[in-house]
């Protein structure tokens, strides 16, 4: 069982930055390969960036990209860390922000077996 749970969430306005964390406990998920998918209201959850178990190798929706970044920070003994660093953000990129691991390098929702509480973004325009 991976217990995670986001933070850094908030209402912003347009072209603001916001930087999202995501954590789990000690070593239970640095083997994984984690990621970010967001849900806006209506809609499903959508893939938003991913970085592999060491943190060399990752990939950004193509809606994000240049705006968006993903980091992970392995070295911790008490948890690892994901971020997310969300600049120039746009009233599109309101929703609620999930992160989620997977023992597959995956753009694929479905392949992901654990997922945090989610955290709620809010871009106004």
């Known amino acids: 069982q991976v217990q995670l749970a986001e933070s850094g969430g908030g209402l912003v306005q347009a072209g603001d930055s916001l930087r999202l964390s995501c954590a789990a406990p000690g070593r239970s998920a640095s083997s994984y390969h984690w990621a970010w998918f967001r849900q806006a209201p209506g809609k499903e959850r959508e893939f938003v960036a991913i970085i592999n178990w060491n943190g060399i190798t990752s990939d950004v929706a193509d809606s994000v990209k240049d705006r968006f970044s993903i980091a992970r920070d392995n070295a911790n003994n008490h948890e690892t860390t994901l971020y997310l660093q969300m600049n120039n953000l746009k009233p599109e990129d309101t929703g609620v922000y999930y992160c989620?691991?997977?023992?597959?390098?995956?753009?694929?929702?479905?392949?992901?077996?654990?997922w945090g509480q989610g955290t709620q973004v809010t871009v106004s325009s």
């Open positions: 989620g691991v997977s023992r597959w390098y995956s753009f694929d929702r479905i392949q992901y077996e654990y």
